[in-house]
């Protein structure tokens, strides 16, 4: 049996009412007063498809042993680097073993599902057992358009394997149809859509409906076998009509999540996925349907497993983890949308050093530090004389990592001086429970709900981009837990 | 057994340039403002000087690497100079340089001298720190100012000692409105106006809590000092002022990775301190101790290091500050000439800016007279401060105007 083994999501924390893009924006083309409903979710300045898919992939792993995981997909429209691959980096956060198999997939919103089925097919073909597939994006709409409504800021993740199966995969069906009707060129930032009726008539209704029959008949299945069906479909007004069309009930119909997320491009079938697993029973047919270049469909069968599955986040978890992003002026620097003024202290930044960077490994990518054989102290970073004032013994450490660790603030301030593309900037000393102490900035939080003694937990995040030399420094910052909205 | 530098060493000449906003004035220029007010006080020519010690810190700013720009700015002759660097030290340790030199008997007169032309970055404020803490520190530590370290230890003390930010504001308002005061009535500072306390209550906040009366500026300034061997001290001067204790303490980081370090104190100053009361044989540095000169780089600085250095209890120097034990007239004067907060801080030079007023004090010849600390004065203590909160580089010495 091979399928999913464990799922998780990400969602960034802020959310943008598109009532507030509206009225920012609204004025210079009207007809967006459409789909001026709900909230998108929206990236901090400092998160990207990496650093999203790192996170969706933390909630998935919680409690999976890292060295266990055989390979990772990554999918996304919305990859950082050109060359560089972005799975390799993903890889690196997440601690995995080296001899791994790695891999981008790409430009189509249905990368996703094909990189799910292609890891399905790796387990499959024998050798390989644990394979993580994650899908993160994070599009630009231009100011003033309907896609920068719809879209949306997330990250899935699914690990796939033969062991404690939760969703068995049981059938696919794909199709591939270059239909242009979102194309983006390398170098540009945003993509140009086609007439949106056109979109609608030739390819939603006519793409959607082909991949659910083509699924139903190579199998056998009628539309009443499935318990729920997730399709990655933007546009809300058209999918009840594709629902009546195929003999489906409203029942059947997974949240789309764009009212309360947005369109999260090629993660947005797997997110749609994991909500559909957090309430689905032991004999639910699944099918995921993705849309993009034609789409995929995916077959799946939840087995008993899925009733000892739970503690993760996933995707409800984060829906309802937001905070109000009140000003359509931040979203737009946030994404470098605008030229904003850094000034000369704002220009003036550090070289990163590549070999540098690689030297330092895990230590940078996935908080590694030691632990000292002598004393048992935990400390960061990784380092050869003991730090321990009763100690100080060298070359007497082990590895030992800080990226799951718990923590809380020692002490904090919020900066003004300092450049930061979100003043203030907060950071301050954290202590671990174990033993060990980082000097770490804070994000995700606002001066107000960070005291002496908060819980955190580190988040993989961009720490430092140098523009002028395209490197992103990626790094780990604290979090502050948050229990609810904020 | 190393017995220190107690009596060792005499400073028998000093000059120190004003501190402040110089778009008119290069490095060199401060440099050679502070070295003519020196060797004029010592009564000898550059040609007397074999070995020279040049304190500079954020040498990317100003004049560059090395010993050669102070070596070419005063035309010295083909004499050693060392260019020393150790973040808000620098100037001290120059001054530990010189001071070392000549009581081994490797030089007979040195030259101690520190400068920084800080105005040309461009922008408010020290020069971004992650330009100068390596290239692992880019990522190791976080996106942070000098302000924000110091403030992180004020939100720790506040925390620590039960005041509310608004209690613990009113302390450090006290602080830095005495440092005023004292500024106000030199002609040398850089600032110059007195501050009532509700100003600073009142004023932006830099880096919580922290607002900008609790932080000192940035300055443009030069400071020198000239050193012979004790023995030798009277054959130029009458009065010179004798170092008693030098002393530098380096903290292995253990404050920002060890979680044993409580972020109220500096355990860095504290054995410093230990160590140079030590060396000068002071058994009860509150009684003992004259006047300070210590590093109020922000109003959160002084007050610990008033901890830090022995001289308030622990978690009460709040008590001493309230009580007026530190201002002009209490019991031991701090920052009479307006401290790094009005003076100014120039980093290369605030080590030995902060000598220049222990030596003008001591020897009775404060300017203007009215300035003058009227009290019976016998031993002055400097004290810097400088990298990153839970992992400083400390200094502390102390000079006295007798040889015992």
Known sequence: ?486 | MAIGIKDKVAIIGMGCTRFGEFWDKSESDLIVDAFKEAIEDAGIETKDIDAAWFGSCFDEVNVGKGGIPLARTLKLPNIPVTRVENFCTTGTEALRGACYAVASGASDIALAIGAEKLKDTGYGGLPSLANATGSENIFYYPNLSAPGMFGMIACAYFQKYGLSPEAGKRVLARISQKSHKNGALNPRAHLRKEVSIEQIMNAPIIAWPLGLFDCCGVSDGAAAAIVVPAEKAKDFRPDPVYVKALQLSLTPATGIGHQSWDGVHLEETRIAGIKAYKEAGIENPREEISLMEVHDCFSISELITYESLHISPIGKARIDVEDGFFDLDGKIPCQSDGGLKCFGHPIGASGIRMAYEIYKQLQGRAEPKERQLKSNLNLGLTHNHGGICGSLVCSVAIFGNERK
């Open chain 1, 1 to 486: 049996m091979i399928g999913i083994t464990s799922y998780g999501a990400y969602i960034p924390r802020y959310r943008l009412s598109r009532k507030t893009i509206f009225e920012a924006i609204g004025w210079f083309n009207p007809a967006t007063v459409g789909v001026a409903k709900g909230e998108r979710a929206v990236a901090n300045y400092d998160e990207d498809s990496i650093t999203m898919a790192v996170a969706a992939a933390t909630d998935c792993l919680d409690g999976f042993e890292r060295d266990r995981v055989d390979g990772l997909y990554l999918s996304s429209l919305t990859l950082p680097y050109a060359e560089r691959q972005n799975a390799a980096i993903c890889s690196s956060a997440l601690a995995f073993r080296s001899d791994i198999r790695t891999a981008d997939f790409s430009t189509s919103s249905k990368a996703g599902t094909t990189a799910l089925l292609a890891a399905c097919d790796t387990v499959k073909a024998g050798e390989l057992n644990n394979f993580m597939v994650c899908a993160a994006d994070s599009r630009l709409g231009k100011p003033g358009s309907n896609l920068e409504h719809i879209f949306g800021d997330g990250a899935a993740a699914l690990l796939v394997g033969r062991d404690q199966v939760i969703a068995e995969l049981k059938g696919f069906y794909s199709l591939t149809e270059d239909f242009p009707d979102l194309i983006r060129g390398y170098g540009e930032r945003f993509p140009r859509s086609w007439e949106e009726r056109w979109i609608r008539d030739e390819g939603y209704q006519k793409l959607i409906p082909a991949l659910i029959t083509g699924l139903l008949t190579k199998y056998n299945l009628a539309p009443a076998d499935l318990a729920k069906i997730a399709i990655a479909c933007p546009d809300n007004r058209v999918l009840p009509g594709i629902f009546k069309k195929m003999g489906l009930s409203v029942e059947q119909m997974q949240d789309t999540l764009i009212d309360s997320v947005g369109d999260t491009g090629s993660a947005l079938p797997l997110l749609m996925f994991v909500a559909a697993l957090e309430s689905a029973n032991p004999g639910d047919k699944i099918l995921i349907v993705s849309y993009g270049t034609g789409g995929d469909a995916l077959l799946f069968e939840i087995t008993d497993q899925i009733k000892k599955f739970g503690g993760r986040l996933g995707t409800s978890g984060h829906v309802n983890l937001k905070k109000s992003l009140d000003s359509y002026a931040k979203y737009l620097v946030f994404r470098n949308l605008i030229p904003v003024d850094v000034g000369i202290r704002g220009e003036d930044k550090p070289m990163v050093r590549l070999s540098m960077m690689h030297r330092e490994g895990q230590t940078l990518s996935s908080l590694r530090g030691s632990k000292c054989k002598q004393c048992g102290t935990p400390q960061f970073p990784k380092q050869r004389v003991c730090i321990n004032p009763e100690c100080g013994a060298i070359d007497k450490m082990e590895d030992y990592y800080f990226y799951n660790k718990a923590g809380r603030i020692n002490s904090y301030t919020a900066d003004n001086l300092t450049f930061t593309w979100d003043p203030p900037g907060i950071y301050g000393l954290i202590d671990f429970e174990g033993g060990g102490r980082l000097y770490m900035d804070f994000t995700d939080c606002d001066l107000e709900t960070v005291k002496v003694g908060v819980p955190v937990k580190v988040s993989f995040r961009r720490k430092h981009v140098d523009e002028s030399r395209g490197v992103i420094a990626y790094y780990w910052k604290a979090v502050p837990i948050h229990k609810t909205s904020t």
